[in-house]
Nanobody, 122 residues
Framework: QVQLMESGGGLVQAGGSLRLSCAAS????????IGWYRQAPGKQRELVSF???????VYADSVKGRFTISRDNAKNTVYLQMNSLKPEDTAVYYC????????????????WGQGTQVTVSS
């Protein structure tokens, strides 16, 4: 697995935008599917989106049409562009290098970073 570090979170008003970055170490980055998860206070961690090594993407229904995941293998980075943010998007966001994907199922690895806090005010 690769080591990942999240950044780009912050405080934004509802309707605003943020772009999260997930920077990876290791030359094997390009072969991994990368997923973005989030965890709100008192709730379980949930998968927001993932991108396969070939660039195809999957989104949770709650973010479809608002969030866009992309990857730049030359920079060893995956991005999550978040538009039209809502208060319910408030959470700590984590990226993860998956151990496997099957259809719309992403199997996360065991290593998690510290995450980046996203707070959306109403």
């Amino acid at each position: 697995q690769v080591q990942l570090m999240e950044s780009g979170g912050g405080l934004v008003q509802a309707g605003g935008s943020l772009r999260l970055s997930c920077a990876a170490s290791g030359r094997a980055f390009r072969i991994y599917a990368i997923g973005w998860y989030r965890q709100a206070p008192g709730k379980q961690r949930e998968l927001v989106s993932f991108i396969r090594s070939g660039g195809t993407t999957v989104y949770a229904d709650s973010v479809k049409g608002r969030f866009t995941i992309s990857r730049d293998n030359a920079k060893n980075t995956v991005y999550l562009q978040m538009n039209s943010l809502k208060p319910e998007d408030t959470a700590v966001y984590y990226c993860n290098s998956g151990t496997g994907v099957a259809g719309t199922t992403f199997r996360p690895g065991d290593s998690w970073g510290q995450g980046t806090q996203v707070t959306v005010s109403s």
